[in-house]
């Protein structure tokens, strides 16, 4: 029988998933090698003009404190509460606290959110039994079958049969059967990755392991280069960590591309390289 436990575990399954889709969108600079100080930054964008009061209470039962715009200081000093939600990202270690989680849903933007919500998903025509397992039960209050209702994940729809709904089936196991069905599906059929204008997207290996095609490559995932991106720079961009750079170049036709990190250019194979302050000085604009 399906328990809140499963669900619970399904919930940071999915958020794990959320995380590598997030550290290519436009907060990876937070997530690509995410720290407390960094999730504390995270945090300040997330909440900037957040309204939810979900997000909110959430907020305030992590952190003791009610989320605030002059409450910056008060963050700072709360920083290592942050640690549990580094390692959990990292896969170091597991998060048992409920509120953490639902904080590590709220940084990555993951929906549903917070449990409570992620546990009720298509829960409208259920009830709780007294061992907290929802099933669907008819007006004699027997139990019956649910009907079929899409359950939506990373951009698939994976549809309950009324087959695998027989009785005692409740809304975690839909969910749990949502989240492990799509999952299976996304990485059994999507284990190669393409380069799409700045960044990797998953996609079919199609039987090959390298295909070139329009001059763009395909080849097997590889977690460390699918975090490679190109960027769009000028003069106010950071490109030193102290003394280390911390963006890479390369020419194509004659013209500089950059990006996040060292190894290959995606789009033509050539070597990329650390920038300098030459490279900068000759190639970089003033920022409009």
Not at 194 to 199: L, P
Request: proline content about 3%; hydrophobic content about 35%.
């Amino acid at each position: 029988m399906t328990t809140l436990q499963d669900a619970l575990e399904a919930y940071k399954k999915a958020i794990r998933v959320k995380f590598e889709e997030e550290k290519i969108k436009e907060y990876s600079s937070f997530l690509l090698v995410p720290s407390r100080a960094k999730l504390r930054q995270l945090c300040i964008e997330r909440f900037k003009n957040n309204d939810s009061s979900d997000d909110l209470k959430s907020f305030e039962i992590f952190f003791g404190f009610p989320f605030e715009s002059g409450n910056k200081n008060k963050l700072q000093a709360a920083t290592d509460r942050f640690r549990p939600i580094e390692n959990f990202l990292k896969g170091e270690s597991d998060l048992a606290d409920i509120e953490g989680i639902n904080m590590s849903a709220i940084l990555l933007n993951f929906e549903p959110r917070p449990f409570k919500k992620f546990a009720k998903l298509n829960s409208d025509d259920f009830v709780e039994d007294v061992k907290g397992t929802n099933v669907a039960k008819n007006k004699s209050n027997s139990i019956i079958e649910k009907e079929e209702k899409p359950v939506f994940f990373k951009d698939e729809v994976i549809v309950a049969s009324k087959s695998n709904l027989k009785k005692k089936v409740g809304i975690g196991s839909i969910v749990v059967f949502g989240l492990f069905g799509a999952k299976s599906m996304f990485f059994k059929e999507k284990e190669c990755m393409e380069w799409k204008e700045d960044h990797y997207e998953l996609v079919d290996c199609k039987g090959e392991q390298v295909e070139f095609a329009s001059a763009k490559i395909i080849k097997p995932y590889n977690e460390m280069e699918f975090s490679r991106k190109e960027l769009t720079v000028c003069d106010t961009t950071k490109f030193f960590n102290g003394d280390k750079p911390i963006v890479w170049y390369s020419k194509k036709n004659n013209e500089i591309q950059f990006f996040s990190m060292d190894g290959e250019n995606p789009e033509n194979g050539a070597e990329l390289r650390k920038v300098t302050q030459y490279i900068i000085e000759k190639y970089v604009e003033d920022c409009e």
